[in-house]
């Protein structure tokens, strides 16, 4: 079976967790980990009389999410009540909005693997509560359900078929992910659920435009498998349809162990959800000041930022994608320039000492920026060398201080003095006669050697450039 | 402490009303620690108050006239009966009605039927007819009921005392268990005008756990007016039609004079919707239901009926015998009128008419008219079993109640005298919360009108 001559269509719906303390429509805590059923009330177990009031910070961040996707956020859209049983849905339905969502129409700027720099249409994003848990592997014979979740606020996020590939699926996936994070309105993180992606898969010949039929496959539930997920429903189709089968809708699930797609039983998605507007809710009105308000607030977005970055500290383009990857390290940077670092320096230290201590330790940034604009000062002035710096950056990252002290009580300040340097250059021309009497015959490559022994007596001290200096003016002088 | 018992004494008097369900025992005991707990400076300090049993208390269980939740007690109290035990009111049981308020006649209850006080063959009206059987026996001054399509109006004409249902969203729906929450009021039936009016008052004003709840203050209490002069009251003409009971009419017409004399002037008026109201109401209402009524599955609270296999069973099983027959035709019209292919027939177009319904009443609102005079039943109290094989006959009883609750209006029943010694009660409709001025001119009628005659 061979992918040449096809061509995949793709379109994704994220579920993406808002990064609210409290759930949509109750006070109950969001944070993730209690004990079963300890973060509930009436309102999310939908006890008899219970009614939903919206959580303000959700919607607020819902609307920041759509404009920065560059939806058109609408002045009245409404709730609805989208209508199933399942055992850890406590209404038997779950509060969603359907025929009039929070914004519509809207574009991701991504770079795609295959065509570049393109953008995806957002069809719609609009609000809704999680459901519960069910847990089937807890009990023998018994499904146990935790309404923690249920009731935390939701958004989705529906892109149009616009996506040609598993790699351009995951490419677009993992700019969401940037974007959301960047904007602070989730923390992105499917292993946990906060991030949740269904995908609409179908095929047709290189060059058709009809839509073929899709399927739907669920069930990723990490970033590693969106590719693989989507590459194996995508080689399933074409599989189907070259050996003259027909492409059945239906749900499939992926199994990330076996690396394959099944077929939800069919009794599981034959849902007719009997959407209706939500009766216990008005219409949810957002003035054009709240709107306004919300998009003079933004902040600066990845793309934006990549690009200023590249600008206004002259750094290539790539350096400018891994310092702008997610907003912590961006504002890093920046901090670390305006303490006063050469800008290409920073950027040096930041994707190398600083993120490589970041990763081992919880993403925490742990030096400060001034004391990193320091230690590239002092480095840049001669004080330390580049290796005695490193050991400098990780004193201060493990236990604080001040760069400067900490150099020094390391003892590793180089020593500038000549007077002090001559004396060791001295020392190392009496003790290797022989070595001398070599390089003033021509091998000149000692010199690396007799460098060595100098840094050496020194103890590591000695700044290598003037020592250098002093070395060849002495040897040309004894000449 | 003597109160707390006479208050139950009085109650048990009337016991063969199937009225109250909550068990003497308990009443007792709960009225004791209440009475001693009541704040003494309340403006309702020691007044009996009962509640329907789809309103959620803490000191009775709320099973909603259903078995799907027989022994159900809410870990939570609604916030109408926290405002009255506020105000130093005691909650003097729970009132029987039709299974989920679903029902005209009070005989859809698990719970068997609630006996009309004056005439023990005959219905009380529903669906809140425990509390307006009780407050029509004279054991109570006031008890709370719910109203989706007249059920406080429909059983206070009935049973001859005065029900009043607020404007949608003057009261807290919050612990009101849904039926169809989009016309769900919480409303109060009293002996009097002014015992209905002053429980209204305190359990009226903003919640913020309701989000359909209006933020304002409570209704001020208005005085009893000299007179009616500058009232303009409408009677519409589609509320008086050729086959109304003659008695009904007579009782309406001598109303009518009586509220003229008092110095308002009367048009007729028109509201040409009138008759899409109750197809209206009986498309909006059970969808509504069919959702609210979702969660009862056995899952979570209530009883399980049979040791289900699987789920699919437990829901089965739990609902197939949780909820009687009403319940489930209501719940199976529901769902029906909003699968894909039959919502924009049926659920969709009933919206639309009912903003035409609504836009009826603003059109002679605007034209000056302050308040519409109407009979509020077609018919005195019916016979027990008598439209129990007919749904239509019964959901038709309520045909001049239901357009308040779909266009939200404030709107209220009080007895306008008796046709061989059954109530009839005369309904005025006022504007969207104008409660005070409705009140106004029942008090001016009740100051005349001779409630009890034969009309």
Redesign the interface.
């Known amino acids: 079976m061979t992918t040449s001559g096809w061509e995949t269509v793709i379109g994704l719906e994220t579920h993406v967790q808002l990064r609210t303390k409290s759930k949509m429509f109750c006070g109950c805590s969001t944070a993730f980990g209690a004990p079963p059923n300890t973060q509930v009330c009436p309102v999310c177990l939908g006890l008899p009389g219970a009614l939903p009031v919206p959580n303000g910070e959700a919607i607020r961040l819902a609307v920041r999410a759509a404009l920065a996707l560059g939806c058109t956020v609408h002045p009245k859209s409404v709730f609805a009540r989208k209508n199933y049983f399942y055992p850890d849905l406590p209404k038997g339905y779950q509060i969603s909005q359907h025929e009039q969502p929070l914004a519509t129409s809207g574009t991701l700027s991504f770079i795609s693997p295959e065509r570049g720099a393109m953008g995806a249409g957002i069809i719609r994003l609009h609000v809704e509560e999680d459901a519960g848990k069910s847990i089937h592997d807890r009990f023998p014979k018994a499904t146990a359900v935790d309404l923690n979740r249920s009731g935390v606020p939701l958004i989705e996020i529906v892109s149009a078929p616009d996506l040609r590939s598993p790699a351009e699926a995951r490419a677009y996936l993992l700019t969401l992910k940037q974007l959301l994070e960047y904007l602070g309105i989730s923390d992105c993180d499917m292993e946990k659920g906060s991030l949740r992606v269904d995908a609409n898969v179908s095929v047709r010949r290189a060059g058709a435009t009809e839509l073929n039929t899709r399927t739907e496959v669920k069930n990723i539930n990490s970033f590693a498998f969106v590719e693989k997920a989507l590459t194996v429903e995508r080689d399933r189709q074409i599989a189907v349809v070259e050996s003259g089968g027909a492409v059945l809708q239906q749900t499939m699930l992926y199994d990330s162990k076996e690396n394959t797609v099944r077929p939800q039983r069919t009794k599981e998605e034959s849902h007719d959800y009997r959407y209706f507007p939500e009766p216990d809710l008005p219409p949810l009105a957002l003035t054009p000041e709240f709107v306004a308000e919300q998009q003079s607030d933004l902040p600066e977005l990845p793309s934006a930022k990549r690009d200023r970055f590249a600008a206004q500290y002259a750094l290539s383009r790539e350096h400018a994608a891994v310092l702008t990857a997610s907003r912590a390290v961006a504002e890093y940077y920046e901090s670390v320039v305006h303490a006063g670092a050469e800008a290409q320096a920073a950027a040096n230290w930041v994707m190398t000492e600083a993120l490589a201590d970041a990763r081992d330790h919880q993403e925490q940034l742990r030096v400060p920026p001034p004391a990193l604009a320091q230690i590239v000062a002092l480095v840049k002035g001669g004080t330390l060398s580049h290796q005695a710096a490193k050991r400098v950056f990780a004193e201060v990252a493990a236990k604080g201080g001040d760069p400067r002290t900490v150099a020094e009580a390391l003892g590793l300040v180089q020593v500038a003095d000549t007077t002090v340097v001559a004396a060791w250059v001295s020392d190392v021309l009496g003790a290797h006669a022989t070595e001398v009497a070599r390089y003033k015959n021509g091998e000149t490559k000692l010199m690396g050697f007799l460098l060595g022994q100098v840094m050496r007596a020194s103890k590591g001290k000695a700044d290598p450039k003037l020592a250098q200096r002093v070395l060849e003016e002495k040897l040309a002088s004894a000449r | 402490m003597s109160d707390a018992k006479a208050i139950a004494d009085r109650l048990t008097k009337v016991r063969r009303l199937n009225a109250l369900l909550t068990p003497s025992k308990d009443l007792r005991k709960s009225l004791n620690a209440q009475a001693a707990a009541a704040r003494p400076t309340g403006v309702l300090y020691g007044m009996p108050v009962a509640v329907k049993d789809n309103?959620?208390t803490l000191e009775f269980t709320?099973s909603?006239g259903s078995r799907v939740?027989e022994g159900?007690r809410?870990?939570?109290e609604?916030t109408a009966v926290a405002k009255l035990k506020a105000a130093g009111a005691l909650i003097a049981g729970k009132t029987n009605c039709d299974e989920f308020a679903m029902g005209s006649s009070t005989e859809h209850s698990a719970y068997g039927r609630v006996i009309h006080p004056l005439d023990k063959a005959r219905v009380p009206g529903g669906s809140s007819g425990g509390s307006a059987a009780l407050v029509g026996s004279g054991a109570l001054p006031a008890a709370l009921g719910s109203e989706t399509g007249g059920s406080v109006r429909q059983p206070a004409s009935f049973c001859g005392v005065v029900g009043i249902k607020p404007t949608y969203g003057r009261v807290s729906?919050?612990?009101?268990?849904?039926f169809?929450?989009?016309l769900d009021q919480i409303g109060v039936f009293g002996r009097s005008v002014h015992d209905a009016a002053r429980v209204l008052s305190v359990i009226s004003g903003r919640d913020?756990?309701?989000?359909?709840c209006e933020d304002r203050d409570p209704l001020r209490l208005p005085t009893v007016p000299e007179s009616l002069q500058g009232f303009v009251i409408g009677l519409p003409r589609e509320y008086f039609p050729p086959e109304l009971d003659p008695a009904v009419r007579r009782a309406c017409e001598r109303a009518v004079r009586l509220l003229k004399e008092q110095g308002a002037a009367i048009r007729e008026v028109s509201l040409p919707h009138t008759a899409y109201a109750v197809p209206t109401y009986y498309v909006i209402a059970p969808?509504?239901a069919?959702?609210n009524?979702?969660?009862y599955?056995g899952?979570?609270?209530g009883p399980r009926f049979n040791g289900a296999a699987d789920?699919g069973s437990l829901?089965r099983s739990t609902r197939g015998q949780g909820f009687g027959s009403e319940v489930r035709r209501r719940i199976l019209v529901g769902?029906y009128v909003?699968?894909?292919g039959y919502?924009d027939a049926y659920?969709r177009r009933a919206q639309q008419m009912r903003a035409l319904i609504a836009q009826d009443f603003r059109n002679v609102f605007d034209r000056g008219v302050d308040l519409l005079f109407t009979p509020t039943t077609p018919t005195p109290a019916f016979k027990a079993g008598e439209k129990l094989g007919d749904p239509i006959a019964m959901y038709l009883s309520d045909i001049f109640t239901v357009t308040a609750n779909l266009a939200g209006l404030p709107a209220m029943s009080i007895p306008i005298g008796r046709v061989k010694g059954l109530p009839i009660g005369g309904q005025l409709i006022g504007q969207a919360f104008l409660e005070d001025e409705m009140i106004e001119a029942a008090y001016a009628l009740e100051r005349v009108v001779p409630a009890t005659d034969e009309a």
């Open positions: 309103i959620c709320t909603c939740l159900y809410s870990p939570y609604a729906r919050y612990g009101l268990v849904a169809g929450s989009s913020p756990r309701d989000s359909t969808a509504e069919s959702s009524l979702a969660r599955d899952v979570r609270y789920v829901y769902t909003l699968s894909a919502y659920y």
